[in-house]
Nanobody
């Protein structure tokens, strides 16, 4: 089992940047595939970025070229650097831990979420 704690959310103007952090517990954290997904009011939950245990990453089309996911295994931390933020990026962002299953992912653990608001 793993516990996840997100931080780094806040209010930012359009075009600005934020970096979210996800700290995981346990020595097996580095073996998990970690994803960031987001939930905006009235919208479906969206998986925006994933990093596997070997460092491979994948992004949703909506954030490709603007968001970067990375991990520091020594610190049990995964980051989501978000640049060129848009109002439509406003959402609660959740960190999730799981595994890759073929061409998809299965997540079993989630953090409590951190609010990102993009507004002038």
């Amino acid at each position: 089992q793993v516990q996840l704690v997100e931080s780094g959310g806040g209010l930012v103007q359009p075009g600005g940047s934020l970096r979210l952090s996800c700290v995981g517990s346990g020595s097996a954290f580095s073996m998990y595939t970690i994803g960031w997904d987001r939930q905006a009011p009235g919208k479906e939950r969206e998986l925006v970025a994933v990093v596997t245990s070997d460092g491979s990453d994948e992004y949703a089309d909506s954030v490709k070229g603007r968001f970067t996911i990375s991990r520091d295994s020594a610190k049990n931390t995964v980051f989501l650097k978000m640049n060129s933020l848009k109002p439509e990026d406003t959402a609660v962002y959740y960190c999730a831990a799981g595994r890759q299953t073929g061409n998809s992912y299965a997540f079993a653990y989630w953090g409590q979420g951190t609010q990102v608001t993009v507004s002038s």
